[in-house]
């Protein structure tokens, strides 16, 4: 099985090594002005991107918080479901506290890095 396996690989390179054509190199400074890339700097590229990623896992820590909720409501007496439901609603809620964590010490250091750099 282990040489059928290997073979299929060395089968799959081969095949992309045959047809593999030449590529163009591009920079950020060739393809700017048609992606809007080379007058965005880099700042706040980065404080957008991390506020919509503490965004989107605060936003699903509270749908887990909700599923959990609808879990327990749903479990009708059941022990194992009402254990589960606690576990759900217990770990959304250390990442609903790591979120707002993260947030205050990003919107923190954003203060400061805004005050020192201007």
């Given at each position: 099985?282990?040489?059928?396996?290997?073979?299929?690989?060395?089968?799959?390179?081969?095949?992309?090594?045959?047809?593999?054509?030449?590529?163009?190199?591009?920079?950020?400074?060739?393809?700017?002005?048609?992606?809007?890339?080379?007058?965005?700097?880099?700042?706040?590229?980065?404080?957008?991107?991390?506020?919509?990623?503490?965004?989107?896992?605060?936003?699903?820590?509270?749908?887990?918080?909700?599923?959990?909720?609808?879990?327990?409501?749903?479990?009708?007496?059941?022990e194992d479901r009402l254990?589960?439901?606690?576990?759900?609603?217990?770990?959304?809620?250390?990442?609903?506290?790591?979120?707002l964590t993260s947030w205050?010490?990003?919107?923190?250091?954003?203060?400061g890095v805004v005050q020192?750099?201007?």
């Amino acid at each position: 099985m282990r040489n059928k396996i290997s073979g299929l690989f060395s089968l799959t390179f081969l095949a992309f090594g045959l047809i593999a054509k030449p590529v163009w190199a591009f920079t950020i400074e060739d393809l700017g002005p048609q992606t809007g890339l080379a007058a965005t700097e880099l700042k706040p590229l980065l404080i957008n991107a991390i506020s919509f990623v503490l965004g989107l896992i605060g936003l699903i820590s509270v749908i887990m918080v909700i599923y959990g909720g609808a879990v327990w409501l749903t479990a009708s007496g059941n022990e194992d479901r009402l254990e589960h439901a606690k576990k759900i609603i217990s770990g959304a809620v250390v990442g609903v506290f790591l979120v707002l964590t993260s947030w205050a010490l990003f919107s923190t250091v954003l203060k400061g890095v805004v005050q020192v750099t201007g």
